[in-house]
């Protein structure tokens, strides 16, 4: 009797110090499984206070704003040289007139916009109209305190522009809904969905390198000319503000 | 003063017309397009005054809206005198509410006739160029304007109609 229970004190799960190994064990299988990520998560902890800080971060961002803004400035100078070489049109920054859309036909035929800003304030008929996004159409015909602009949607727009990505001009046109369409009077070009349009850099009538629109189609089916639509960038029926560059 | 007003009502809502027209509110749109204003307040007046007092009208309010739109290549004149001196041959129905339903049915047809005479001229000006592209987005316009100002005709229409003969009868008086 005493024998039997001398054996039953001396099982090895009587003993504290194996729990302990186990509990070891199970926590290094399971740091085992998950690939050290404790281990990781930990050290996360352990070497914030030494990480490089957001104030290090900022200086770096800065640095980096000025070196982008230096070049721009370079960029612009550079620009702005050859093409009074080339003797192209100029875009210039310093006269811009800031006006608020006070009427608004963005349906139908009628596709024009009505500004606060007249001849008193300085807008020529022909000014170039830009918005959030890019252009959006010229003045047509200005009065003593509002100007009306043609926007690039409407059917009496025609506008040559510049496709980047294959370096070629094409004629957008615009159709009375609010996707103008590009015709490119070649059947060959390498047009494709997604192709970005600007101002042409060689147009006599507009300031190079306005931002337009982007191709969302194209139509093969004619046989002279590849068409394509066009989803414009700047959006005239929500546009509240916008820039007349003189 | 008052009755000044009473007796001018008609020509005050006329003045009214390109101010909506400019206006342009979005929340009535439909497909981006608007109603065609102008015939809500010429079917009534020509009913009422006849088809050349209509005709001279139409030509006054197209007059009007091609000063206050940009494009300068196409009118709306032809379309509205048509309409003016159409409309002045309509007699005014006893029973309201098929009257309601004709000035319904009446715009539409003005509306789709001063649509396509609209259309035509783009045509014809952009010959050469891009007829095809512009057949989907026209015909789609024309018939959203149509459906709106028909859809609309019946609430305005009845109310102008009845607002202009009573002041005409004070008028008279």
Not at chain 1, 166 to 183: E, K
Not at chain 1, 188 to 212: M, R
Not at chain 2, 33 to 52: A, D, R, T
Not at chain 2, 154 to 171: A, T
């Amino acid at each position: 009797m005493l024998g039997i229970r001398r054996i039953s004190t001396n099982r090895w799960w009587h003993k504290k110090k194996n729990w302990i190994l186990f509990a070891i064990f199970l926590f290094l299988v399971f740091v085992r499984i998950s690939k050290g990520s404790f281990y990781k998560d930990f050290y996360y902890f352990i070497s914030k206070p030494f990480w490089p800080g957001q104030f290090q971060k900022e200086i770096i961002l800065e640095s980096i704003d000025q070196e982008y803004l230096i070049k721009f400035n370079l960029l612009k100078k550079d620009n702005i040289r050859l093409r009074r070489i080339l003797s192209l049109q100029e875009l210039s920054n310093n006269e811009n007139i800031s006006a608020a859309v006070i009427s608004r036909k963005t349906g139908s035929w009628w596709r024009q916009i009505i500004l606060n800003k007249g001849s008193k304030d300085g807008v020529e008929i022909g000014n170039v109209v830009i918005g959030p996004g890019g252009l959006l159409g010229r003045v047509k015909d200005t009065s003593l305190l509002t100007s009306s602009v043609t926007l690039i949607t409407s059917p009496e727009s025609k506008l040559g522009v510049w496709l980047d990505r294959i370096q070629i001009n094409g004629l957008l046109v615009g159709l009375g809904d609010d996707y103008p369409s590009l015709i490119i009077y070649s059947k060959d070009a390498d047009i494709k969905v997604g192709d970005f349009i600007s101002s042409s850099p060689a147009s006599t009538l507009l300031p190079p390198n306005i931002p337009i629109g982007i191709v969302q189609s194209i139509d093969e089916t004619l046989k002279s000319k590849k068409t394509a639509k066009i989803s414009l960038l700047a959006k005239p029926h929500v546009i509240d503000w916008v820039q007349i560059l003189k | 003063m008052n009755k000044f007003f009473l007796k001018k009502l008609s020509i005050i809502c006329f003045i009214l017309i390109p101010i909506i027209f400019l206006w342009h509110p979005n929340w009535l749109g439909f497909l981006g397009v608007q109603p065609y204003w102008p015939l809500f307040w010429l079917l009534p007046w020509s009913m009422i005054n006849g088809s050349i007092n209509g005709l001279i009208f139409g030509l006054f309010l197209g007059l009007i809206l091609d000063s206050l739109t940009v494009n300068d290549s196409f009118t709306q004149i032809p379309g509205l005198m048509f309409c003016g001196f159409l409309f002045g041959k309509i007699k005014l129905h006893s029973n309201i509410l098929i009257g309601h339903f004709r000035y319904g049915l009446i715009c539409s047809f003005g509306s789709f006739l001063c649509g396509t005479l609209y259309f035509l001229q783009i045509l014809f000006r952009n010959f050469s160029d891009s007829n095809s592209l512009m057949l989907i987005p026209s015909f789609k316009n024309i018939l959203a304007e149509v459906f709106l100002t028909g859809f609309l005709a019946p609430f305005i229409c009845s109310q102008l109609l009845r607002i202009f003969k009573f002041s005409r009868r004070r008028f008279l008086q």
